[in-house]
C-alpha cells in the first residue's frame, strides 16, 4: 500500500486508464487487446519504470494508421523501448517493421 491508501497496482491502472481515454476509440479496443495477450510481459514492469501508450493523435504518431497504438517503455535507467500494435495485438520492435507489415498488406506509405 501507498500513503494514498491505493495499492501501486490500482494506481498503475488509474495511470493507464486515464492514458487510454486520450486515445481513440480504435486504438482504445487495440489496447484492450494487448492487455488480453495470454503472453504480454506488462506485469514485470520494474519498479520505477514508466508505460505509456499513444495513437495517431498524438503528433509524434500522427504516421499511424487508425486503431495502431505504440507503447512506451522507460525503464529506470532511462532508456525507452518502444513497441507497436496492429489492431489485432501483434507486436512490432521498429517503425521498419510496422512499414514492412504494411507492405505486405498492400499499403503505399509516403512520408510527408
Known sequence: MTSSGKSSSKRNA?????ESEQLSPLSTIT?????????QKRNRKLPGGTVR????SNPRYSWLLN????????????RLYRYY????GRQYRTKTKVLCAW???GMIFIHP
Not at 500494435?85 to 489485432?88: G, I, K, T
Open 31 to 39: 489496447l484492450q487487446n494487448v492487455k488480453d495477450r495470454p503472453y
Open 85 to 88: 500494435y496492429d489492431p489485432v
Open 53 to 56: 501508450y499513444f495513437d495517431n
Open 103 to 105: 507492405e505486405k498488406m
Open 14 to 18: 488509474t495511470m493507464v486508464d486515464a
Open 67 to 78: 486503431g495502431w497504438l505504440v507503447e512506451e517503455r522507460r525503464v529506470p535507467s532511462g
